[in-house]
């Protein structure tokens, strides 16, 4: 297996051309989501060029960019609001615990990977990721409307919403008319312009264009900015644990690590879509777990595969992990030279890049399609957008989860009672052969076919006894499990109920066409001591042939 996944150099010239492009692309947006986050711009650059970097190489999604996204930076911001308010008289002590929870969460993801749990990312339905991408997006509009307007970020997004017509009442002009110019400019030039974008990307416009505008036209402190920005190399940190806070540092590492892991893989699905490859999930979770770790270390923001800075990778030429590597080292190459340039950025032409983000985060394909997507879809969507927004990422994830996987079983179960079917004549049953037709019809209504189909599951138990116990007037049943693919323990003892019951009834049990899984599961849960070997058939003709013969 080659270290790093997907390299070779017959790509070079679009690999170089994507990097760079990607970079351009990163620059403002790692800014703005470190500001976001309360870190600080720094972080957010830390994040991306560590990140991007140890991710491209390590991971298994070859054309992919990583570095803060909004999903990562919302969990981010609430971590890190959470830990500095408990020590309020020494908020360094809770920037490192909040680092450190970025650091086991990047552990996590690398145990994520070993274990092989990517797979099962793509089990997610898409009302879950749908609800819970929207949610995303509507948190990060909320959150900006204060910076936007001249005011600092509320940290709830429905403490954001209630404080809407305050900031209204009270907004900052000069905050507002650089946030409108920020807006107008990220939704206007890829729109009316899209080749001037394809040659600056919208978002570098808008901060270039914002800041000069604040810079040359507006009074010094007329609208709060970035402030400071340090250059230079990060500083190292141990990761520190208080024993008081373990089990909230624990949840709200495994909350970053789930969350990345969401969000990297749905990236990769996305460039495998663009690029026509497949994607490694595991060793993707594991790159990006290490790229996590390693910026945890180096106080740098967490994030996953972002999905904007990889499709204008891929579409500039970028397909291997020189592309995102590049855009790493181009990020690096500002920061240590350029650093001090950005302390005037003013935080409401942030807010207004940020607001762009979050609108293309949201699934406007699927709210589009609401009239005609199935009723119970939306139900979920809805629930799990509530919830993200209201009260919790990953409870709206796992509500979700389990409101999918009742209705799966609703619906496997509806499939499984219409599969199941009771038969005393032959009239219109097309997998009876002429024999087994003149043999059923010879019986008079004697002989019954209890006929089972499929996958047999705990949720279809309590139907399938429902189904014989609404027979009557037999003499012998034939349990007919030609077509039953495989049988689970509760379904299992469904069938010994039946068996009992037609028994205990005065009527006579044969059993037919079980396969080797289904027999060998029916002998563990000593089921088949309830019949005779004369009473078990391989095929329905002979059984039908035994029926005949007791009648």
């Given at each position: 297996m080659s270290f790093v996944n997907g390299l070779h150099f017959n790509n070079l010239r679009g690999d170089i051309y994507g990097g760079l492009t990607a970079a351009v692309v990163a620059l403002p947006l790692a800014m703005a989501m470190g500001v976001a986050s309360g870190v600080g711009a720094i972080a957010g650059l830390y994040g991306a060029i560590i990140l991007g970097f140890f991710a491209s190489i390590l991971g298994g999604t070859p054309s992919q960019v990583s570095g803060p996204t909004g999903p990562m930076t919302v969990v981010m911001a609430a971590i890190f609001l959470q830990f500095t308010s408990l020590f309020p008289d020494n908020p360094a002590q809770g920037a490192a615990l909040a680092f450190s929870v970025v650091v086991f969460g990047g552990l996590f993801q690398i145990l994520f990977g070993i274990l092989r749990l990517g797979k099962y990312i793509e089990l997610v339905p898409h009302p879950v990721v749908s609800g819970f991408m929207s949610g995303i997006g509507i948190i990060i509009i909320l959150l900006q409307i204060g910076p936007l307007l001249g005011e600092a970020s509320v940290s709830k997004p429905l403490d954001a919403?209630?404080?809407?017509?305050?900031?209204?009442?009270?907004?900052?002009?000069?905050?507002?008319?650089?946030?409108?110019?920020?807006?107008?400019?990220?939704?206007?030039?890829?729109f009316f312009l899209p080749r001037i974008n394809r040659l600056i990307p919208s978002p570098l416009l808008a901060l270039i264009a914002g800041?000069?505008?604040?810079?040359?036209?507006?009074?010094?402190?007329?609208?709060?900015?970035?402030?400071?920005?340090?250059?230079?190399?990060?500083?190292?940190?141990?990761?520190?644990?208080?024993?008081?806070?373990?089990?909230?540092?624990?949840?709200?590492s495994l909350t970053l690590a789930a969350l990345g892991t969401i969000d990297s893989l749905l990236t990769s699905l996305v460039a495998d879509n663009i690029t026509r490859t497949q994607h490694k999930s595991d060793r993707e979770l594991i790159g990006q777990g290490i790229g996590n770790t390693i910026a945890g270390l180096f106080g740098g923001l967490p994030g996953a595969g972002a999905t904007m800075r990889t499709v204008v990778n891929v579409k500039a030429g970028g397909r291997t992990p020189i592309s995102g590597a590049l855009h790493s080292i181009v990020l690096l190459i500002i920061v240590l030279g350029a650093g001090s340039l950005a302390s005037?950025?003013?935080?409401?032409?942030?807010?207004?890049?940020?607001?762009?983000?979050?609108?293309?985060?949201?699934?406007?394909?699927?709210?589009?399609?609401?009239?005609?997507?199935?009723?119970?879809?939306?139900?979920?969507?809805?629930?799990?957008?509530?919830?993200?927004?209201?009260?919790?990422?990953?409870?709206?994830?796992?509500?979700?989860?389990?409101?999918?996987?009742?209705?799966?079983?609703?619906?496997?179960?509806?499939?499984?009672?219409?599969?199941?079917?009771?038969?005393?004549?032959?009239?219109?049953?097309?997998?009876?052969?002429?024999?087994?037709?003149?043999?059923?019809?010879?019986?008079?209504?004697?002989?019954?076919?209890?006929?089972?189909l499929g996958a047999m599951s705990f949720t279809s138990a309590k139907a399938m006894v429902r189904q014989y116990s609404n027979a009557s007037n037999y003499k012998v049943m034939l349990l007919d499990l030609t077509d039953v693919s495989l049988i689970d323990f509760t379904s299992s003892r469904a069938v010994e109920d039946i068996i009992v019951g037609t028994k205990e009834s005065g009527n006579i049990v044969l059993m037919v066409g079980a396969n080797e899984d289904v027999y060998q599961t029916l002998e563990k849960q000593g089921i088949l001591q309830h019949l005779s070997k004369e009473t078990i058939f391989k095929t329905r003709l002979s059984a039908l042939e035994k029926a005949k013969k007791l009648i």
């Amino acid at each position: 297996m080659s270290f790093v996944n997907g390299l070779h150099f017959n790509n070079l010239r679009g690999d170089i051309y994507g990097g760079l492009t990607a970079a351009v692309v990163a620059l403002p947006l790692a800014m703005a989501m470190g500001v976001a986050s309360g870190v600080g711009a720094i972080a957010g650059l830390y994040g991306a060029i560590i990140l991007g970097f140890f991710a491209s190489i390590l991971g298994g999604t070859p054309s992919q960019v990583s570095g803060p996204t909004g999903p990562m930076t919302v969990v981010m911001a609430a971590i890190f609001l959470q830990f500095t308010s408990l020590f309020p008289d020494n908020p360094a002590q809770g920037a490192a615990l909040a680092f450190s929870v970025v650091v086991f969460g990047g552990l996590f993801q690398i145990l994520f990977g070993i274990l092989r749990l990517g797979k099962y990312i793509e089990l997610v339905p898409h009302p879950v990721v749908s609800g819970f991408m929207s949610g995303i997006g509507i948190i990060i509009i909320l959150l900006q409307i204060g910076p936007l307007l001249g005011e600092a970020s509320v940290s709830k997004p429905l403490d954001a919403a209630i404080a809407i017509p305050s900031l209204i009442a009270n907004l900052h002009t000069s905050s507002l008319l650089l946030g409108l110019l920020a807006l107008a400019i990220v939704y206007g030039i890829p729109f009316f312009l899209p080749r001037i974008n394809r040659l600056i990307p919208s978002p570098l416009l808008a901060l270039i264009a914002g800041t000069s505008f604040y810079m040359f036209f507006m009074p010094t402190g007329s609208t709060p900015i970035i402030g400071d920005i340090p250059s230079g190399l990060p500083e190292f940190h141990l990761p520190t644990i208080d024993a008081s806070l373990a089990l909230t540092m624990l949840g709200s590492s495994l909350t970053l690590a789930a969350l990345g892991t969401i969000d990297s893989l749905l990236t990769s699905l996305v460039a495998d879509n663009i690029t026509r490859t497949q994607h490694k999930s595991d060793r993707e979770l594991i790159g990006q777990g290490i790229g996590n770790t390693i910026a945890g270390l180096f106080g740098g923001l967490p994030g996953a595969g972002a999905t904007m800075r990889t499709v204008v990778n891929v579409k500039a030429g970028g397909r291997t992990p020189i592309s995102g590597a590049l855009h790493s080292i181009v990020l690096l190459i500002i920061v240590l030279g350029a650093g001090s340039l950005a302390s005037n950025i003013p935080k409401a032409v942030l807010a207004g890049i940020l607001i762009k983000v979050g609108t293309d985060i949201i699934d406007w394909n699927y709210l589009k399609r609401l009239p005609v997507v199935p009723k119970a879809g939306i139900i979920i969507m809805l629930t799990v957008l509530i919830i993200t927004v209201s009260i919790d990422l990953m409870l709206a994830v796992g509500v979700g989860m389990v409101m999918s996987s009742f209705l799966f079983m609703h619906r496997m179960t509806e499939l499984q009672v219409k599969s199941m079917s009771t038969i005393t004549q032959p009239e219109q049953q097309e997998y009876l052969s002429d024999k087994e037709s003149e043999i059923l019809e010879e019986a008079a209504g004697k002989v019954m076919i209890f006929r089972l189909l499929g996958a047999m599951s705990f949720t279809s138990a309590k139907a399938m006894v429902r189904q014989y116990s609404n027979a009557s007037n037999y003499k012998v049943m034939l349990l007919d499990l030609t077509d039953v693919s495989l049988i689970d323990f509760t379904s299992s003892r469904a069938v010994e109920d039946i068996i009992v019951g037609t028994k205990e009834s005065g009527n006579i049990v044969l059993m037919v066409g079980a396969n080797e899984d289904v027999y060998q599961t029916l002998e563990k849960q000593g089921i088949l001591q309830h019949l005779s070997k004369e009473t078990i058939f391989k095929t329905r003709l002979s059984a039908l042939e035994k029926a005949k013969k007791l009648i």
